[in-house]
């Protein structure tokens, strides 16, 4: 997986390219060197000692190649131009502007879905992606294993059977051991309803079904930045 950087010396100027792509949600890839159509990245946004990480996915427009954003991530990136943004790794001055990412080392990923299929195919994706993978057939299940267990990363299906994805999400977030831990929530739900109602439960981002694998494993890079800036710092080189 390659994260790309943007350096601004202001939040100003931020703010002024945002307004200056209107309602396009994509900005031009200056450093594209192998970069393809339909690439994944993980794009890293720095005002000085600031930044904030987004997945991006790459589009190639009449030859010129941008990293094009839905439109919850390029509010989050409005919030942080605006100065209320979520911070994430700290400064990536020294970093190439198109680079490599791994996940850091130990950092277990809490697979909860009741069906073994999914389950497995989503543990496969993480464990090629350099992620350790745990899984829970229920929410009940999950929090049994969140119990003395490290975990960094919650993938929560929407429809569990007896506690849903939704409900987990709003039960976790009422643990005061437990309120920041990141949650991703794959769901069949797409409705613009069903967004809100995730993001209202305390999920921090979402993934729709059939799932592609390398956006996977980009948003959970980014969910991972704005919660554990400390440990993705060295990931990236």
């Not at 390029?74 to 790794?89: C, E, I, K, N």
């Not at 680079?99 to 389950?119: E, M, R």
């Not at 299940?141 to 960094?152: M, T």
């Amino acid at each position: 997986m390659r994260t790309t950087s943007f350096e601004y010396p202001t939040f100003d100027d931020l703010q002024a390219e945002l307004r200056a792509y209107g309602d396009e949600h994509d900005l031009a890839l200056c450093d594209c060197a192998g970069v393809k159509d339909g690439e994944w990245l993980l794009a890293t946004f720095a005002v000085g000692e600031e930044t904030t990480s987004l997945a991006g996915c790459v589009v190639d427009l009449n030859g010129e190649l941008r990293l094009s954003f839905e439109e919850r991530d390029w509010h989050t990136l409005q919030r942080f131009a605006r100065g209320d943004g979520l911070p994430s790794v700290a400064p990536v001055g020294n970093v190439a502007k198109l680079s490599t990412i791994t996940p850091p080392p130990n950092c277990p990923v809490l697979v909860v879905d009741a069906n073994p299929d999914v389950q497995a195919v989503v543990r496969a994706v993480l464990e090629a992606k350099g992620f350790e993978a745990k899984s829970a057939a229920s929410a009940e299940e999950a929090f049994d294993r969140l119990r003395g267990a490290c975990v960094k990363l919650i993938i929560v299906d929407w429809d569990l059977p007896g506690m849903s994805g939704i409900e987990f999400c709003r039960r976790l977030r009422r643990e005061p051991a437990l309120q920041d831990m990141p949650v991703l929530v794959l769901t069949a739900h797409a409705s613009q309803s069903s967004i809100l109602e995730a993001f209202a439960a305390g999920a921090d981002d979402f993934v729709s079904k059939p799932f592609r694998a390398h956006e996977l494993g980009i948003r959970i890079l980014g969910l991972l930045g704005r919660g554990h800036s400390e440990e993705l710092r060295h990931a990236i080189g």
